[in-house]
């Protein structure tokens, strides 16, 4: 099983076609209140942990709402995942400071950022995937650009994105050559996939070119041009404008800390 299966890449393309309260919102609401989710989370504290736990609630609710398999999500979240654990492993050995008690557990300030690295990762990973799930590569890109964003950096983007598809499936068509003309050897050695890796930049290199005098000859200006560009309704404006009063109030206040002790109260 390659790496282009396992990430599978086309089903983003297909998650952006299906058609839910979700997928109708515009692209650029939705592009809003996922970049200012990420900043609201990149802005807490580093020992920062219960804080973030309400934050869980927008992802949820749009994986919800727009029907998108969640096993599918987490199979693409589990391919970044060692990039975030390798941020953060050292914190507990750099620092030991004592900064709470569980029990006859002593946490240090450490194994709390280790937590709070990888639970920020998980949400805003997993806003950007839901982002694009929900609203389709191209859609997206348009309204990036209608936002502001350049157009170059958006057209990087787009064609980062489509020529993926290309390079993932001339890496497979290597490597089950490489098996075949190796008698069914199960193992490659690290000095085979070395030499596939080299062997697979030169191609992309040529097929980069080739494609470039293509799109010139079909007469492509350096704008990616979209059928639906999308509208900016009502439902739009409540959408963003709900959203940033809940951040901003779960920035202000601990509702985890908050709802405990209302819960504890209550209970007592």
Not at 47 to 56: D, K, M, V
Not at 161 to 176: C, K, N, Q, T
Request: with cysteine; aromatic share 10%.
């Amino acid at each position: 099983m390659g790496l282009g299966h396992w990430i599978e890449i086309g089903s983003m393309d297909e998650l952006g076609r299906m058609d839910t309260p979700v997928h109708r919102l515009d692209a650029r609401a939705k592009s809003l209140v996922t970049l200012a989710f990420i900043a609201v989370l990149m802005s807490f504290d580093r020992h920062e942990l219960s804080a973030l736990t309400p934050f869980a609630l927008f992802p949820l609710v749009m994986l919800s709402l727009g029907q998108l398999p969640l096993r599918t999500l987490l199979r693409k979240i589990a391919v970044a995942a060692p990039f975030a654990v390798m941020v953060g492993l050292f914190n507990p050995w750099l620092d030991r400071e004592p900064v709470a008690a569980v029990g006859g557990w002593v946490i240090t300030g450490g194994w709390l950022s280790f937590a709070s690295i990888l639970v920020r990762f998980l949400l805003t990973v997993g806003a950007a995937l839901i982002l694009v799930a929900c609203t389709g590569m191209y859609r997206l890109g348009a309204g990036l650009e209608r936002l502001g964003v350049p157009q170059l950096f958006v057209t990087q983007l787009l064609f980062l994105y489509r020529y993926l598809f290309v390079v993932a499936d001339e890496g497979s068509r290597m490597v089950r050559s490489v098996r075949l003309r190796s008698a069914g050897a199960e193992a490659l050695s690290l000095r085979v996939y070395g030499s596939l890796v080299g062997h697979l930049l030169l191609r992309s290199m040529d097929r980069a070119e080739r494609v470039h005098r293509a799109m010139v000859a079909r007469g492509f200006d350096g704008e990616v041009r979209t059928l639906d560009p999308g509208r900016f309704r009502g439902t739009d404006a409540l959408f963003v404008a709900g959203w940033l009063a809940f951040f901003a109030v779960a920035r202000v206040w601990n509702l985890a800390e908050l709802s405990g002790r209302w819960l504890t109260g209550a209970l007592s």
